[in-house]
């Protein structure tokens, strides 16, 4: 059994920078958990608390049954992987992976299973002799997988494993590495940046903004229901629209203004969320997902009231589906998420995006009718930016 329990962790830097802010999280046994978020938020910083390579300001850290603060790294049972997994040049694959079971002086023989072992879940065998600067860039990080894998530690903890790799094997390693941590079934802390490395690999993805956690469920939950703006913009490609709106209660349910343009929204809506009747009358932030946006030519039997006008900017096509970038004149709501200019803001004029059909027609510089599925709107506190539940 080992859980990662972190309780009210706070990390002060010597130069007084707060890093981490009353952090609090359950990782458990077996589970594969995300630390996801913008650069700087502190991701590094909270997975290196666990690892024990920087003092805990306040709170409490425990892995499996025991209270680790004040606990050597070497000693806490657990095996990191970083970005840069620097392996040993003149060692071959073989010492590599044993290296640091030499070093904690565990019997050769045992030694060589472990190796072994690793290396055959790994398919890392016909290399084992061979020297690092000899293998592709996804077998290194696998050897740097072996290393950790050995000490059959009580948790794993990876920080952006894959980023030093490019686009295609990074796919593949994340996959690869997922399918490994459920087969070896042993607790790991895995930050990225990346989001959709985040859910797709985590059991449960916590998301951290400015050293504050934002929101901690499964994928699918974190998509479906994000309980502020951060973390809405945050999660998912193309980047959710979200606009300053106001909201009219009436007898069929209500209505949402966006600029000068008013879509309706039904019973239903309000049914899900006792708090939204009583933004009446009142500004409020709206989402809506690229997807929940579709061509209204290909879309006929929506409803008219459910529709808006936009004017198309730009079109990218995916094959698959086409990316519509399109300005109407509500204003959009800042994110808070650093790193998201160029998520959404293709060309200054456009505030709005799009997953249509492939079979739409729509053309740059063209008005179009688009449909808003406004049973998928998201509906959030213009101050707090908190999700409109109850
Ligand atoms: N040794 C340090 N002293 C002071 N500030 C630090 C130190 N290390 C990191 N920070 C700051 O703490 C914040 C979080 O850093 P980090 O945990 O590395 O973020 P992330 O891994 O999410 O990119 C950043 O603003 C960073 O500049
Ligand atoms: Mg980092």
């Not at 130069?15 to 996801?36: C, M, N, P, T, W």
């Not at 300005?327 to 200054?348: C, L, Q």
Request: with cysteine.
């Amino acid at each position: 059994m080992a859980t990662v329990v972190l309780d009210s962790i706070n990390k002060v830097y010597d130069d007084g920078y707060h890093a981490i802010h009353d952090l609090s999280l359950e990782i458990k046994d077996q589970e594969f958990l995300v630390l996801v978020g913008p650069s700087g938020c502190g991701k590094s910083t909270a997975l290196r608390m666990i690892a024990g390579l920087e003092t805990i300001s306040t709170g409490e850290m425990r892995i499996g049954d025991r209270l680790v603060n004040n606990i050597e790294p070497k000693d806490r049972d657990i095996a990191m992987v970083f970005q840069n997994y620097a392996l040993y040049p003149h060692m071959s694959v073989y010492d590599n992976i044993g290296f640091a079971l030499k070093l904690s002086k565990v019997p050769k023989q045992e030694i060589d299973k472990r190796v072994r072992r690793a290396a055959a879940i790994l398919e890392l065998e016909p290399y084992l002799q061979k020297k690092p600067g000899m293998l592709s860039g996804g077998q290194r990080q696998r050897v740097a997988m072996g290393r950790a894998i050995v000490r059959q530690p009580a948790a794993f903890l990876m920080d952006e494993p894959l980023s030093n790799l490019d686009a295609k094997l990074r796919v593949q390693m994340r996959a690869e590495i997922a399918a490994l941590q459920r087969e070896l079934a042993v607790t790991t802390v895995y930050v990225t940046h990346d989001q959709i490395e985040a859910m797709t690999m985590g059991d449960r993805v916590a998301v951290l903004k400015g050293g504050y956690l934002q929101q901690v469920d499964t994928p699918q939950k974190l998509y479906d229901c994000p309980d502020n703006v951060f973390v809405a913009a945050f999660i998912g490609s193309p980047s959710m629209n979200l606009y300053d709106a106001s909201l009219t209660v009436d007898g069929k349910g209500g209505s949402v203004a966006l600029g000068s343009q008013k879509v309706q929204i039904g019973p239903e809506a309000f049914a899900a969320r006792p708090a939204l009747k009583g933004y009446g009358g009142k500004r409020l932030i709206v989402g809506i997902r690229p997807e929940d946006f579709e061509d209204a030519k290909l879309d006929s039997a929506s409803p008219a009231d459910r529709r808006i006008r936009g004017s198309v900017t730009l079109i990218e096509s995916l094959g698959v589906e086409i990316l519509v970038h399109f300005a109407i004149d509500a204003r959009t709501v800042d994110s808070g998420d650093p790193d998201a200019v160029e998520k959404n803001i293709m060309d200054g004029q456009a505030n709005a995006v799009g997953r249509f059909n492939p079979r739409s027609t729509a053309k740059p510089k063209a008005t179009i009718d688009i449909t808003v599925a406004t049973e998928n709107m998201h509906f959030f506190d213009a101050e707090t930016r908190q999700a409109i539940w109850s």
